[in-house]
């Protein structure tokens, strides 16, 4: 199945508590690729930082993955290195996860798109 996604286009990737990746396995992300690495990892209470780190960077630097997405209570264990990257693909997409609201203030992307735009030159 990875295979014939591939073709068809890039992946999205999760980061996240179980119920936000069942969520999206349910919607069909879900995907193994020829070295069966998934495009997905489950975040819990006892899951070490080097070990959601590591799956960051990894997902970094897969090819065939264009968006991450990531819890943004699991993006605060890992700031430092959401924030060291600057590429636009993969693009990494800060979500809330059921237990977690989302907070636009702590969110580095949304930071620096806000910085790109001066609100003066929006109204017209």
Do not use: W
């Amino acid at each position: 199945m990875a295979l014939h996604s591939a073709i068809k286009g890039k992946l999205i990737s999760v980061i996240g508590d179980e119920d936000t990746c069942v969520g999206f396995l349910l919607g069909g992300v879900g995907e193994i690729n020829k070295n069966r690495h998934p495009n997905f990892m489950v975040v819990d209470k006892n899951t070490p930082v080097s070990e959601l780190e590591d799956c960051f960077k990894r997902f970094l630097k897969r090819d065939d993955i264009d968006i991450i997405l990531i819890n943004q209570n699991c993006a605060e264990l890992i700031r430092h290195v959401i924030d060291a990257h600057t590429s636009p693909v993969p693009a990494v997409l800060e979500i809330p996860s059921k237990d977690h609201p989302y907070d636009a203030s702590k969110d580095s992307i949304l930071r620096r798109a806000r910085g790109m735009f001066n609100p003066e030159d929006l109204v017209r």
